[in-house]
């Protein structure tokens, strides 16, 4: 520790140390935790002259605070404890993010079970070989699969910035007026 | 001591406004650095604030809790709470300002959770008040701590006397005063760079009597 770092770490507490010095410091002093406590002690000496008597830090209590930052927070501080403003703006593309993933989850769950029920309805029924037929083609490249996977891009997208009733009704009238879905089911009904 | 004029040409001297971080001031220019780089995660650069304020803010949650032992718990919960919470200070403020009303804040927590009736009044006073009754509550601290205390004072006030006079006067002129190099520089009429250089000798000088008690 030489006298000139320890100028700079007295001109750093009284806010005199230029910007480039003060870099350099800031990283020597995370290093050197015996310019640390010199730091810490030319602070004590300034408090001692400003404010006499009265209760002192113990020795060691800002490495027990330092502790105790450490292991309660993992992340920087801005990250944990962010303006609620900013917060909300960070929140909303998850928001969206979160909102697509979970339509387009809802989706795969309205057809995939439906063309999986078909399948399973298709080999328990024994001919009709045709509708047997029908059920395949429809499970590869039908034009209900085509009109289904657009309507889930659709629903993604919708979903993203819709509220959630607008969603719901959307939702709701798209499948229920989807005639591939109403074609399937008529036509298992009738094989059935 | 000397008592110099406040720089500021205001009749409030530096130790009772209790906050030597004026705004614009050099000081808190270092303490909006370091918070800066506390916020992008350098926590030892927190660690320098809290090495920096650790004495202000246990003397200021003791005089709250009548208890130095308990103020030390306080003092780190509130050190903590600022950490997590310094993603919100945005600077309006000087930093030991907004870590000050953290630390009265948990004190009065603190208080209230353990149902004791508060010290006193002068929670709910501004930072001027409190630094002005602090002198009155020197009974509520333990005698080992008074005593260490009393000790840390006399040995800085005897190290101080001892100086020569240009590194008393430059280091009052700072710590006591709150002046700045420049208008260190400006009384003393000397080079900044001179200045800083006094400073630092001061402190050294008074850091070689105060080290052994320390350690």
């Known amino acids: 520790m030489t006298d000139q770092i320890k100028e700079q770490i007295s001109a750093l507490l009284d806010g005199e140390l230029p910007q480039n010095e003060m870099n350099l410091l800031v990283r020597r002093l995370e290093r050197d935790a015996a310019l640390r406590l010199a730091f810490g002690r030319y602070a004590l000496v300034g408090e001692v002259l400003r404010a006499p008597g009265g209760a002192l830090a113990s020795a060691g209590f800002a490495e027990r605070v330092s502790s105790a930052v450490a292991a309660g927070v993992s992340a920087a501080p801005s990250a944990s404890a962010v303006a609620p403003s900013s917060r909300r703006r960070r929140a909303t593309p998850m928001i969206g993010a979160a909102v697509a993933a979970g339509t387009l989850f809802a989706a795969v769950l309205l057809l995939v079970p439906e063309q999986g029920e078909q399948l399973q309805q298709a080999r328990s029924v024994e001919p009709p070989a045709p509708v047997a037929a029908d059920v395949e083609a429809t499970g590869a490249a039908s034009p209900t699969l085509a009109r289904s996977q657009r309507m889930a891009a659709y629903l993604v997208a919708h979903g993203e910035y819709s509220t959630p009733i607008g969603r719901r009704n959307v939702w709701t009238g798209v499948l229920a007026n989807d005639p591939g879905i109403t074609r399937v089911s008529y036509e298992f009904s009738e094989a059935r | ?215």
């Not at chain 2, 920096?52 to 803010?57: A, E, I, K, S």
């Not at chain 2, 601290?141 to 006397?161: G, K, M, N």
Request: glycine fraction near 4%; charged fraction near 30%; proline fraction near 5%.
């Open chain 2, 1 to 215: 001591m000397p008592n110099f004029p406040p720089p500021d040409g205001s009749t409030e001297s530096h130790d009772e406004r209790g906050d030597d971080s004026r705004p614009g001031s050099g000081l808190e220019k270092t303490d909006l650095e370091l918070v800066k780089r506390a916020q992008q995660g350098e926590r030892s650069a927190f660690d320098l604030l809290v090495l920096r304020y650790q004495h202000r803010v246990i003397k200021l949650v003791a005089r709250l809790l009548r208890d130095p032992a308990e103020a030390e718990d306080v003092a780190q919960e509130a050190f903590v709470k600022a950490y997590r919470a310094l993603g919100s200070f945005r600077g309006d403020s000087a930093f030991y300002t907004w870590l000050y009303r953290i630390a009265v804040n948990t004190a009065r927590n603190a208080m209230a959770s353990r149902q004791r009736r508060p010290l006193d009044y002068e929670a709910d006073l501004g930072e001027h008040e409190q630094a002005s009754v602090q002198s009155r509550l020197r009974h509520v601290d333990t005698p080992e701590a008074v005593a260490l205390s009393d000790e840390i004072q006399q040995t800085v006030e005897r190290a101080i006397q001892e100086l020569p006079e240009d590194l008393r006067t430059a280091i009052l002129l700072r710590e006591v005063e709150g002046l700045s190099y420049e208008e260190i520089a400006t009384a003393m009429d000397c080079p900044v760079g001179t200045v800083r250089s006094r400073i630092f000798r001061a402190r050294e000088a008074v850091d070689r009597n105060l080290k052994p008690l320390l350690d």
